[in-house]
């Protein structure tokens, strides 16, 4: 399994970006996929999830109302939207997948993209 995720780079508090993260390797729609961070010093967090057909999401209180989780199965892909992003927002993004079901837990997930850097300047 290989996901490549891009979509990151530099941008003003209150602005928007879009990561994607495409996959390849096994049966996409098979699997719920996830999005997380990691900022420097700290532990990767959860960031938001969606369930094998999209009908579903999860996400984490830090970007509810501000990011939304999507999936194309034709083109197996996931993407975050990011809209009003904050300074605690700079990361580094990483797309999972693995867990049958959308999971907050890192442990649930066994396949990882290469990552994409967000830095929110203020």
């Known amino acids: 399994v290989q996901l490549q995720a891009s979509g990151g780079g530099l941008v003003q508090v209150g602005g928007s970006l879009r990561l994607s993260c495409a996959a390849s390797?096994?049966?996409?729609?098979?699997?719920?996929m996830a999005w997380f961070r990691q900022a420097p010093g700290k532990e990767r967090e959860f960031v938001a999830a969606?369930?094998?057909?999209?009908?579903?999401?999860l996400y984490s209180d830090s970007v509810k109302g501000r990011f939304t989780i999507s999936r194309d199965n034709a083109k197996n892909t996931v993407y975050l939207q990011m809209n009003s992003l904050k300074p605690e927002d700079t990361a580094v993004y990483y797309c999972?997948?693995?867990?049958?079901?959308?999971?907050?837990?890192?442990?649930?997930?066994?396949?990882w993209g290469q990552g994409t850097q967000v830095t929110v300047s203020s």
């Open positions: 969606i369930t094998r057909d999209g009908s579903n999401t």
């Open positions: 999972a997948q693995g867990a049958i079901y959308p999971s907050p837990r890192v442990l649930d997930y066994n396949f």
């Open positions: 390797g096994r049966t996409f729609s098979n699997y719920a």
